[in-house]
């Protein structure tokens, strides 16, 4: 039986970490793609050269050409700016929708039936993009955040309480960014729940490290941002949906009702298997935790308006979004809005962040 396939688009540090990741567990053959000539296509031959040593006989191909990504199963977006310090994940937000889009157009085009994976940020608004630009059934878009975060969190409590990370389970809604939505109720140490482990002093201090995490270490590198942990973040979701695992993960999905939410992504616990999400996992929540979700959902809804915006200046074709949530959150009529035609970007390598 042929191996399943995974295109990987930016080879960059999140990209090519993710292929070398997925080549080397031999779950899939890769495909590498990135806009630069000749760097996809030599670290693809570098990681085959790795092949021999590490013991498999998957395949991986470097290209800048979508024809040879056709049929892929699962295609992962990482193509676009990283974070330098300083800049926020908005910031980033015009620049990395244009090469989104016109990612997902010719990826798209080749494989039609593919799961998208999205980790470009700013994430939650890059879904609505690859959402629109692919005409895809949302259960087929899922965005790489909740993985990450949770990660982050785990790590944490971990170090915090001296215990193995294996034994830690960590729960993390919301949009990806600064109003993320930790859930110390539902993080546990081998099924107790941090909140009987730790003072609440010591949680707070756990929850706000783990929002600023990306942060921290943007501020450490000076140039570019994480990607071991976001790299081994997206393996595991691409291992859930190729070997149908069913496993429950936290990902940025498309809401149509779920948490009294509609028509955003927004980070939810989620079960992936082949079909991408096949149920979205509904938690009861406090009204504490119930008034953070829904202000972190209304982050992402301005995020969308304001990608819009962005785009109607510039005069461009139009994607559906979800207004900002009220209180009640109860859904309003899409407005109509815009975000960038597809457009190349020159070739060169941009600037990591
Ligand atoms: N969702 C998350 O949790 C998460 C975590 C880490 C990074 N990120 C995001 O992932 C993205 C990639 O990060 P990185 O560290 O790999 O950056 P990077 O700069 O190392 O790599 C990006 C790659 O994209 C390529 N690229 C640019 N335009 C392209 C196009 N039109 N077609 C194909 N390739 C193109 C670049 O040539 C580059 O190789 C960034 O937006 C970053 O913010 C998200």
Redesign the pocket.
């Known amino acids: 039986m042929p191996r399943p396939l995974v295109t990987v ?7 090519a970490t993710t292929a070398q990741r997925i080549f080397e567990a031999a779950i899939a053959d890769v495909v590498l ?4 000539e000749g ?1 996809p296509q030599g670290k693809a031959l570098d990681l085959a050269q790795a092949a021999p040593v590490v013991g498999h006989d998957a395949k991986i191909t470097g290209t800048n050409d979508y024809a040879d990504t056709a049929g892929s199963d699962i295609v992962v977006v ?6 330098q310090p300083g800049m926020s ?1 908005d910031d ?1 937000m015009a620049k ?1 929708a244009s ?1 989104v889009r ?2 997902v157009q010719q990826a798209a085009a080749h494989s039609p039936d593919a799961i998208l994976i999205v ?3 700013p ?1 939650d608004a890059m879904c609505h993009v690859a959402l629109e630009t692919s005409a895809f059934p949302p259960q087929r878009v899922i ?3 909740g993985v ?2 949770s990660a982050r969190f785990r790590t944490f409590i971990a170090r915090e309480l001296g215990v193995s990370v294996t034994d830690t389970h960590a729960f993390v809604l919301g949009g ?1 960014g600064d109003t993320m939505v930790p859930l110390p109720r539902y993080s546990t140490v081998a099924g107790v729940p941090i909140t009987e482990l730790m003072d609440p002093e010591q949680i707070e201090r756990l929850v706000d490290r783990t929002r600023n995490g ?1 942060a921290e270490i943007v501020s450490m590198l000076k140039s ?4 071991y942990a ?1 790299a081994a ?1 997206v393996f595991q979701m691409v291992d859930a949906v190729l070997s149908d695992r069913k496993r429950i993960l936290p990902c940025a999905v498309y809401l149509q009702g779920e948490y009294d939410v509609d028509g955003l992504f927004v980070g939810v616990p989620v079960k992936l298997g082949r079909g991408g999400v096949e149920e979205v996992i509904q938690i009861d929540l406090t009204e504490e935790e119930r008034s953070a979700f829904l202000a972190s959902a209304d982050s992402v809804s301005e995020l969308v308006q304001k990608l819009a915006e962005q785009a109607a200046e510039l005069g461009l074709s139009s994607v559906e979004v979800a207004p900002a949530s009220g209180g009640a959150m109860t859904a309003e009529e899409p407005a109509p809005a815009a975000i960038p035609e597809s457009a ?2 020159p070739a060169g ?5």
């Not at 570019?224 to 990607?227: I, K």
């Open positions: 688009v930016g080879a960059g540090n999140v990209g793609l990135d806009i630069v760097m990482t193509s676009g700016l990283a974070r994940r980033l990395n090469i016109s990612v980790v470009t940020n994430l965005g790489m955040a990450l975060d990806h990306g570019g941002s994480a990607f976001p973040s190349q970007q390598r941009p600037a990591a962040g």
